[in-house]
């Protein structure tokens, strides 16, 4: 695939955004010019998110009420990374268990609504799906504008249906998707590493970073590629808000 030309698509803005511990690190094409910053809450990106065609986010968007069976997007995803990639696709709550105060009781509400409880990792993500919830409801122009990705799914298809052969958190992974993305779009990773040598790593983890890129490379790349979701038909969640995972293919 080459390389994203930043000034072909000039009018078009194009973000990814992922959770870190200071919040939220957003990577975006904005007029032509690449940058990221990060944001403590995901409203605070909401302006940003507006004029964006599309965000991408690293974050369940449409969630299960009830039943034992998972969202379609999560077993595909699965299925497409196989192992040991697959481990990154978690399981994400229903939307009751989104009020839970602790991880008892939000593992109590959704073993009452779906007969399973919640791993320790979609825990620590809760509040994060839970704002972007919240901020869906709040903003329903925003449907469709933002859409679930996942950076290994985008990084896979990056790759031509390869997936990463080393896990991100390693200096070997992290340098496996970094010359992916570099060959892509060079101006993108060099916004990410700005972020990161200006961010203490208590703030923001070089995976995340990547992450964002990952999907920003793959938002940006939308602009002249169609679209295409896990699985291909998504179904519809209780609001009416998509269960799928965006991604293109080269």
């Known amino acids: 695939m080459p390389a994203i030309d930043s000034a072909s698509t000039k009018p078009a803005a ?38 964006a065609v599309p965000a991408l986010i690293d974050m369940p968007i449409g969630l299960v009420n009830s039943g034992p069976d998972e969202r379609a997007c999560d077993v595909a995803a699965r ?22 105060a602790d991880y008892a009781g939000a593992c109590a509400v959704n073993r009452r609504h779906t007969g399973v409880a919640l791993s320790v990792q979609t825990w620590n993500i809760l509040p994060k799906i839970r704002q972007l919830d919240n901020l869906l409801q709040c903003r329903p122009a925003l ?35 970094r010359e992916l993305l570099r060959r892509l779009a060079p101006d993108a990773l060099e916004a990410a590493d700005g972020l990161l040598a200006a961010t203490p790593r208590r703030r ?35 609001l009416g808000l998509p269960m ?7």
Not at 28 to 37: D, Y
Not at 79 to 100: D, K
């Open 14 to 51: 194009a973000i990814g955004v992922d959770g870190c511990p200071a919040g939220w690190v957003w990577i975006g094409r904005i007029e032509g010019r690449w940058q990221a910053g990060i944001a403590e809450h995901l409203d605070d990106l909401a302006a940003l998110l507006d004029g």
């Open 79 to 100: 299925a497409l990374l196989r192992r040991p990639r697959a481990s990154s696709v978690f399981r994400p709550p229903c939307r009751a268990a989104l009020a839970a």
């Open 143 to 177: 449907r469709g504008r933002l859409r679930e990705a996942h950076p290994e799914v985008c990084l896979h298809a990056l790759a031509g249906g390869r997936g990463m052969a080393h896990n991100k958190r390693t200096a070997d992974g992290r340098r496996e998707r």
């Open 204 to 238: 923001l983890a070089a995976d995340d970073a990547i992450d964002a890129a990952a999907l920003a490379v793959t938002a940006a790349l939308l602009a002249t590629r169609p679209v295409r979701t896990l699985p291909a038909v998504p179904a519809r969640d209780a």
């Open 244 to 250: 799928e995972m965006v991604y293109v293919t080269p």
